[in-house]
């Protein structure tokens, strides 16, 4: 795919003269954008197509990932260097008065997840066509991605992200390879001419699911996978039967908008509706496809690996089984056997409010045959189990169906051969606590698999200031392989490289206040401590205990005018789930007392707060880059892994952590010195809930600290949060603080303190920073997802691979 800088120049102005008729000086960004866009998808296509071939020539086992979210961001400069076309791209559009940058501007994120789960699916897309591995995306095409944030008067306003309004030049929609997805209706079951069993339907609801491919462009490597999303359409043979314009639109709805929860688990018909959708019409694709290979159908699990994305795709296993039933004619038994073989499941969660239970009632209703074979997998378990067990209530606490409802993570535990969760002490709780009963019963399926992430985005394309400093000092193999990182401990005590280092972070910082400036209209200075935290809002997270902390900054500024206090900027990036009352109210919160801070001329600029509107991964590109303050303050035991924590740390921020999910793996990467570990251990959580002897008030009433921070939320001291500020202080007194935020809130300010003191220590500040860099390589998606394919999904590299 390489070209000369002439050549690309050449194409360039061609494309643009036959797509729009114009030249250079007349087009727009937009028409530029869409340009230099489609002459990409060009030159990629017949990599992809020749990936494909290959696949296919050699039977290649291929793994397929589904998900109910896919969070890629923006493509345009992914694709670029990926395809090793950056630099030639960017020095051509440079030659034409054009600059890169405006164009990639653009193209709106494609934000088809709500936080960690949905970017960590796009994180494996890249990696696992970096590393040559035969892998695919399976998921919705959402018509609406996540709400677009907004504040007014510092409360969040929801609006919707129409992305597709100005076009998608990566997608390419498959007409001929739609399938049908059936919901409703009743069946039963009659005896065929062969005496088998086979169902028959009776009013069936039909739809069409159309298939809108995007290019998984693997780095430097010639390899082009494939991301599936669905589209749900009304089928021709249908159309008399939706007269009515609302009618239509209750069909249209199915994949118009992604659901904005991301723990709670509402039973709403329509999500329950979506996950079959693309389920079923990815199975059907997949299984269309084996046939092709003209293999026996007893042998899929020899080609076909199908991984479960937390529970949202488990409907994946009675699909499964009911192609293999209904339209292969396999015996339940062979059915089964290939199912497990098939079938794998990952889950990111122990948060119990957070685990998928859909009625009985509802399932029968929506999906009469899949219901039916839940059951008979349920029924299967139980008679299985009864002559493994002694105890019996370990049935009732395992089954899939109980209580009316169905539980989805059992049936995908059941159902499938691996089982793992996604860093080392979300996997132990998994099988000491969560899934305990379940690891007694299958101890062999349970794995670790820590999460990891696509260097290539979040070092060498958000982070170009670093990665040159890089390339000088320890040349530029880290970009094929993030473990070389580690060479950069040579330099721990190199002056030059260390002022290298700082002065590529001062530059990340400059451009964040620039943007800052820009959209929020409030100045920071870049000499300050930019401490970042950037997730999902919510209660187990802990924005709250990072904002108590500022409240006590501000607060002892305030009694203390004159004192020293060393300038910090908290930056925070965070949506809140739009029916999550608590989370927004944190928000408002927040709002305010910036709008307090910021304000104050008794702060003289030391204490700025800044919350970013409408998080995504375009800002987090923009902000990680300008961290030097990691916070990964959940609550030990509830993050199950954190990805921001990674992304962070390869950047050079220093990370104040819990140990919780991967900041336990970070620590041991970097060693206990450089990193700020806060608070109490998971084992004492446990601890807690068993004894039940938490007290929340006694840390009120005993520590005059906690109590002035608490007044502040009530007293007036922070103005316009009568209600919220009392919603605050009602959580953490009247109703015992769930998350432990008083507890953890002394030895947090100490490790902020400490914090402080390393950073006036600027030689001291620059060598954490540089091994926190350092150590980031073991991180990199691309092991993650290679260890993927060995131990869970049993596929290979191609083998033989040449781009014509
Ligand atoms: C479920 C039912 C109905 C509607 C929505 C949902 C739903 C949607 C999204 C439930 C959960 C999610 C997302 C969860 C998530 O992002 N989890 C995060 O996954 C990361 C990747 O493994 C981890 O790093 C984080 O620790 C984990 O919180």
């Avoid at 991301?262 to 997949?286: H, P």
């Avoid at 059951?375 to 493994?388: G, Q």
């Avoid at 009392?726 to 109703?735: G, K, N, P, T």
Wanted: proline share 3%.
């Amino acid at each position: 795919m390489k070209m000369t800088k002439e050549q690309f120049i050449t194409q360039f102005k061609k494309r643009l003269s036959e797509k729009y008729a114009m030249g250079v000086e007349d087009a727009s960004p937009t028409e530029l954008y869409n340009t230099l866009g489609s002459l990409m998808h060009s030159a990629y296509s017949s990599d992809r197509h020749h990936t494909w071939r290959q696949y296919l020539l050699n039977k290649q086992k291929q793994a397929y990932y589904f998900s109910i979210e896919f969070l890629p961001g923006k493509l345009m400069a992914s694709n670029l260097l990926n395809m090793d076309w950056l630099e030639t791209v960017e020095e051509g559009l440079a030659e034409l008065g054009i600059d890169l940058a405006d164009l990639t501007e653009v193209e709106q994120d494609m934000a088809l997840g709500n936080g960690g789960l949905g970017r960590l699916a796009s994180c494996f897309m890249d990696s696992i066509a970096s590393c040559g591995l035969p892998g695919n995306g399976n998921g919705i095409r959402y018509e609406y991605g996540l709400f677009k944030q907004k504040f007014i008067d510092g409360h969040q306003v929801e609006l919707p992200d129409d992305w597709l309004s100005t076009g998608n030049v990566w997608e390419v929609r498959k007409d001929s390879k739609a399938v049908d997805v059936c919901f409703y209706g009743q069946v039963h079951l009659e005896e065929d001419a062969n005496g088998k069993l086979k169902p028959v339907y009776k009013n069936q609801q039909v739809l069409r699911a159309v298939p809108y491919d995007t290019g998984m462009i693997g780095y430097k490597n010639n390899i082009v996978n494939n991301m599936r999303l669905w589209s749900v359409e009304i089928p021709n043979s249908e159309e008399s039967k939706y007269r009515s314009l609302e009618e239509r639109r209750t069909i249209e709805d199915l994949t118009a908008v992604l659901y904005p929860d991301d723990s709670n688990a509402k039973g709403q018909m329509t999500r329950l509706a979506q996950e079959y959708f693309f389920v079923s019409a990815g199975i059907q694709s997949i299984v269309r496809y084996y046939h092709t290979l003209k293999e026996p159908i007893h042998r899929i699990h020899e080609y076909v690996a199908i991984h479960i994305n937390d529970t949202h795709p488990a409907l994946c296993i009675p699909e499964f089984m009911r192609i293999m039933l209904d339209e292969e004619g396999m015996s339940w038994e062979e059915a089964w056997a290939v199912t497990l073989k098939v079938m794998s499941y990952t889950n990111h969660t122990i948060m119990a409010e957070a685990m998928e239970k859909w009625p009985i009632d509802m399932l029968k209703q929506l999906l009469p045959r899949i219901y039916q074979i839940i059951e008979e997998i349920d029924r299967r378990f139980v008679e299985e189990t009864e002559l493994k067990v002694h105890d019996r209530s370990i049935i009732d606490r395992t089954r899939i169906i109980n209580h009316n409802q169905v539980h989805m993570a059992h049936l995908a535990i059941i159902g499938s051969h691996s089982i793992n969760g996604v860093a080392k002490l979300h996997s132990e709780l998994l099988k000491t606590v969560v899934l305990h009963d379940f690891y007694s019963l299958y101890p062999a399926r349970f794995n670790n698999k820590t999460n990891g992430i696509a260097e290539r985005r979040w070092l060498q394309l958000a982070n170009r200031p670093l990665s040159s400093v890089l390339d000088k000092t320890i040349g530029t193999s880290w970009r094929d392989n993030p473990e070389d990182l580690q060479q950069l401990l040579n330099y721990q005590d190199d002056q030059k490289v260390l002022n290298a280092l700082a002065a590529a972070k001062r530059q990340n910082k400059e451009n964040l206040a620039a943007l800052i400036k820009k959209t929020q209209d409030i100045t920071v200075s870049p000499d300050a401590i930019f401490d970042v935290q950037i997730k999902r809002l919510h209660a187990y997270k802990r924005q709250l205990l990072n904002l108590m902390h500022i409240i006590k900054c501000y607060q002892d500024i305030k009694n203390n005018p004159d004192s020293e206090f060393y300038p910090r900027v908290f930056i925070f990036g965070a949506k809140a789930a739009p029916s999550y009352a608590y989370a927004k109210t944190i928000i408002k919160c927040i709002n305010e007392t910036a709008n307090l801070v910021n304000n104050d001329p008794d702060v003289k600029d030391r204490l700025k707060i800044v919350f970013l509107e409408n998080y995504n991964v375009s800002l987090a590109e923009v902000i990680i880059p300008a961290a030097d303050v990691s916070e990964q303050i959940s609550l030990a035991s509830k993050e199950a892994s954190g990805t921001s924590n990674m992304k962070l740390m390869l950047n050079g921020a220093v990370t104040i952590a819990t140990l919780d999910g991967a900041n336990i793996e970070i620590r041991d990467a970097v060693g206990e010195e450089n990193i700020n570990i806060f608070g109490i251990t998971e084992q004492e959580v446990y601890d807690y809930y068993e004894s039940n002897t938490y007290s929340a008030v006694s840390y009120f009433e005993k520590d005059p600290v906690i109590r002035r921070v608490l007044e502040a939320f009530i007293d007036g001291t922070i103005p316009n949060i009568q209600s919220e500020g009392r919603e605050v202080f009602d959580s953490l007194i009247r109703y015992n603080d769930e998350f432990f935020v008083l507890r953890d809130f002394e030895s947090y300010v100490k490790a902020q303190e400490k914090i402080t003191e390393c950073y006036k220590d600027k030689r001291k500040w620059q060598k954490i920073s540089l091994i926190n860099i350092a150590n980031a390589g073991v991180f990199s998606a691309d092991e993650t997802v290679k260890r993927y394919a060995d131990d869970i999904w049993q596929i290979e590299p191609v083998t033989e691979y040449s781009s014509k």
